[in-house]
């Protein structure tokens, strides 16, 4: 079991590690790496994912429902910690709610489970990044305007997935294969960029930032295993849920909180010390829904 959870979590955060071993020698401008990433190589593997002939919406149905209440439930659980920890609530609950689903979920899902898992990891990742640009948004500014929401290329890439999905439309085989190699270039590129981006978080707020650390994952596997019940899921879907619900902080987080003013310095650190705790989480968790 040891070597097993050793070999889904080595190759993860060694790649983190040679993103922030680079980003300190270096300290390179990941702007326009990781817009194509968002641009091109996420929205390629979601709809490449989507689209593929294994994909059953209805199957993933529950899945998506459950990514939901676990980020909105997670978010409920962490308000009374803001008050009691006296942070403001802008500042301390994004970073609960919004998992690292895309850096860390999206290959820890699959090299956990197998590449058939993908397209479940992928719903996963869409459901908490949809809220995360839709609620995430205007939780730090009520006056964002949602409804071009669709434009995101992430989104766009959804939705047409989907349709290919549900009208049961055949593309050619060459065409989907290409879109997938495209989509293959996102994952390793997220985690080399989290090991850069991290080198810009600052330690700061200790005790806030370890009681993040902290919360996020007992917040988020406590919903998980609420939901799991609720939801009758079982076997790999919920031990992926469980999964979903430990993962660490989104960086995105941090990247929201400086564009909307809200102490991106403690973002940061909250970000940083979630995501440096979740090398003792991880495992503890694969240990447990690996079993």
Do not use: C
């Not at 999905?165 to 080399?192: A, C, E, N, R, Y």
């Not at 902080?249 to 909180?257: D, E, G, R, T």
């Amino acid at each position: 079991m040891l070597e097993r959870i050793a070999g889904i979590v080595f190759p993860i955060y060694a790649i983190v590690a040679g993103g922030y071993a680079y980003g300190r020698w270096k300290k390179p401008d990941m702007a326009f790496a990781n817009q194509l990433n968002m641009d091109i190589f996420v929205p390629a593997l979601v709809f490449a994912a989507l689209a593929s002939k294994s994909f059953d919406m209805g199957q993933n149905l529950p899945l998506l429902l459950g990514a939901a209440i676990v980020t909105l439930g997670t978010g409920l659980l962490a308000l009374p910690v803001a008050r009691l920890l006296g942070v403001a609530g802008n500042t301390f609950v994004p970073p609960m709610m919004f998992k690292n689903a895309g850096n860390m979920g999206l290959p820890l899902m699959v090299l956990a489970f197998g590449e058939s898992a993908l397209p479940a990891a992928v719903v996963l990742f869409f459901t908490e990044n949809f809220l995360h640009y839709a609620l995430g948004t205007w939780l730090l500014d009520h006056r964002a305007r949602l409804w071009n929401l669709w434009r995101l290329p992430v989104v766009a890439a959804t939705l047409s997935g989907l349709a290919v999905s549900l009208l049961h439309f055949q593309l050619w085989q060459p065409l989907w294969l290409g879109i997938k190699m495209l989509g293959d270039v996102s994952i390793p590129l997220l985690l080399f960029s989290l090991g850069v981006r991290l080198t810009d978080s600052r330690h700061a707020d200790w005790k806030i930032s370890i009681a993040g650390a902290l919360a996020s994952p007992a917040a988020g596997v406590l919903m998980a295993l609420l939901v799991n019940l609720a939801l009758g899921l079982s076997g790999r879907d919920a031990a992926m849920m469980i999964l979903f619900g430990a993962l660490p902080p989104a960086v995105l987080n941090y990247i929201f909180a400086e564009r909307y003013r809200q102490e991106p310095e403690r973002v940061a650190s909250i970000v940083l010390i979630g995501n440096l705790a979740s090398l003792a989480i991880i495992p503890l968790t694969l240990a447990w829904v690996l079993r």
